[in-house]
């Protein structure tokens, strides 16, 4: 089956850890997304990749980086210096990264909680 | 600056009614908009989408309407089910957005029997 795989589903972090959130997909996309949602509200966007080796900062990027080595992996590594981070992260793809909107498929998610 | 937003944050309906969730935008430039719905601790589903040069488009179940006059975007579910109980966002993207969306803050909906 074709679609976006997220992992960890739930994953527990310690102050002043690093932790990376694993992000693929099969479906043949060349855009890539990162999603923050907190509880009871919109997705704001953290990272985008509209192809290979390269990326850009979204909305909230302080505090995150990612990589994109492989068209169907988009890793978000969650650093100690993001004050808040915990919230539910949300991975996206789409066909389209060098154009207008189109739609975006996402992934279940990764809820992160820092202890 | 420019955003999407909802008019309300939680919609009642009672189980066989129509809903009608609405989005109004502000960028008038955005050509793309499309609706989503999330339930609970899962990633948003895509419902339907539109682009600007329609003003209504219709799937199953489902209608997206949209007002470029007054940048308004709705949805309308026909019938509506105990699963259609979620929190349903709208989003929009312009020409020139590298794909990126914008997304709104989110009206969930909740079926009454």
């Not at chain 2, 989503?36 to 601790?41: D, F, L």
């Not at chain 2, 895509?46 to 470029?68: A, C, E, H, P, Y």
Request: one cysteine or more.
């Amino acid at each position: 089956d074709g679609g976006i795989t997220q992992s960890p589903k739930y994953l527990f972090r310690k102050e002043g850890q690093n932790v990376t959130l694993s992000c693929e997909q099969n479906l043949n996309h060349d855009a890539m997304y990162w999603y923050r949602q907190d509880p009871g509200q919109g997705l704001r966007l953290i990272y985008y990749s509209q192809i290979v080796n390269d990326f850009q900062k979204g909305d909230i990027a302080e505090g995150y980086s990612v990589s994109r080595e492989k068209k169907e992996s988009f890793p978000l590594t969650v650093t100690s210096a993001q004050k808040n981070p915990t919230a539910f992260y949300l991975c996206a793809s789409s066909t389209r990264g060098l154009a207008g909107g189109s739609e975006q498929f996402f992934g279940p998610g990764t809820r992160l909680t820092v202890l | 600056g420019e955003s999407v937003g909802l008019h309300l944050p939680t919609l009642s309906v009672q189980e066989g009614d129509n809903s009608i969730i609405n989005c109004a935008y502000s960028n008038s430039a955005s050509d793309y908009f499309i609706w989503y719905k999330q339930e609970s601790g899962k990633g948003p589903q895509f419902i339907i989408d539109i682009r600007s040069n329609m003003d209504k488009r219709q799937g199953q179940r489902v209608t997206v309407l949209l007002n470029k006059t007054v940048k308004h975007l709705s949805l309308q579910i026909a019938a509506t089910q105990p699963g259609d109980s979620a929190v349903y966002f709208c989003a929009e993207a312009a020409p020139d957005s590298w794909g990126k969306l914008q997304f709104g803050a989110g009206t969930q909906v909740v079926v009454t029997p």
